[in-house]
T-cell receptor, first 112, second 114 residues
Framework: DAEITQSPRHKITETGRQVTLACHQT?????MFWYRQDLGHGLRLIHY???????NKGEVSDGYSVSRSNTEDLPLTLESAASSQTSVYFC???????????FGQGTRLTVV | GENVEQHPSTLSVQEGDSAVIKCTYS??????FPWYKQELGKRPQLIID?????GEKKDQRIAVTLNKTAKHFSLHITETQPEDSAVYFC?????????????FGKGTKLSVIP
């Protein structure tokens, strides 16, 4: 079955380190997104992509970057991890911009 | 950009009662309004959605209504069951040219008391 998977599921890293979270989908969806979820803030959009070589900044993009070299993957990189980036990160994909978004299982990142 | 306000932040109901969650949005160009359910420790999953050319949509015990003039939409759950306990998120999609934003509300934690 087609799916969307994130790795790792849990990660602890130190302040200042570069961290990359992986997202892989097998639906062949053009649209992929990264959200962070924090208590009291809901889901906030970090970056999104409409297709290969396309990336766009979302509401809370500072300190994050993405790249889209193929349809299946949208890795999220924290250039220099900060404690404020401790959060649960969700990747999602959709076939069109205004259709159902399918979410990955989430990655819980702790920056110490 | 789009701004989505969601109320209440927490809601407790007795099993069998109805639950209503309300959202307002700011951009009149928004045309797609999904609702997601997130159980504890799980990923958000779509439960129902509505488009701007429709005023109401039902799926068994769940219904969503949309008032475009007032820019608000609501989720209605009837005959609530313990398994309905979760966090519910509304969202609005603003289809700007060359850009896309699915903006979420901050969520409502629904507790159904047996």
């Amino acid at each position: 079955d087609a799916e969307i998977t994130q790795s790792p599921r849990h990660k602890i890293t130190e302040t200042g380190r570069q961290v990359t979270l992986a997202c892989h989908q097998t639906w062949n969806h053009n649209n992929m997104f990264w959200y962070r979820q924090d208590l009291g803030h809901g889901l906030r959009l970090i970056h999104y992509s409409y297709g290969v070589q396309d990336t766009n900044k979302g509401e809370v993009s500072d300190g994050y970057s993405v790249s889209r070299s193929n349809t299946e993957d949208l890795p999220l990189t924290l250039e220099s991890a900060a404690s404020s980036q401790t959060s649960v990160y969700f990747c999602a994909s959709s076939v069109q911009v205004n259709t159902e978004a399918f979410f990955g299982q989430g990655t819980r990142l702790t920056v110490v | 950009g789009e701004n989505v306000e969601q109320h209440p932040s927490t809601l407790s109901v007795q099993e069998g009662d109805s639950a209503v969650i309300k959202c307002t949005y700011s951009d009149s160009a928004s045309n797609y309004f999904p609702w997601y359910k997130q159980e504890l420790g799980k990923r958000p999953q779509l439960i129902i959605d509505i488009r701007s050319n429709v005023g109401e949509k039902k799926d068994q015990r769940i219904a969503v209504t949309l008032n475009k003039t007032a820019k608000h939409f609501s989720l209605h759950i009837t005959e609530t069951q313990p398994e309905d306990s979760a966090v519910y998120f509304c969202a609005a999609c603003f289809p700007g040219a060359g850009s896309y934003q699915l903006t979420f509300g901050k969520g409502t934690k629904l507790s159904v008391i047996p």
